[in-house]
């Protein structure tokens, strides 16, 4: 049986939002840059954060209860061998 714990996935949740972090920084120089101070930029760019933060939010209080040792079963080997019981 292959298991993992639980805090992989915060791991591999973790690395997304350093990537998004990265590509909203950017995405913001590049409006500083090319200096489109447009109301639609203003807009976008605002609800783009505001959505941002709000996910993090509502995550971060769906995820203060976990038990994060809980092992999670990527693989057993029963579920074949169940399969082609005749």
Known sequence: ??????YFFLFAYLIFLAIFAVFSILNFYHVLETASFTL???II???IFS??????????QLLIEID????????????ISNIFQF
């Open 40 to 42: 639609v930029s203003f």
């Open 68 to 79: 994060w040792q809980t092992p999670v079963v990527l693989f057993n080997s029963n579920w």
């Open 1 to 6: 049986m292959l298991t993992v714990p639980l």
């Open 51 to 60: 959505l941002t933060i709000l996910t993090l939010y509502f995550t971060q």
């Open 45 to 47: 760019s605002f609800f």
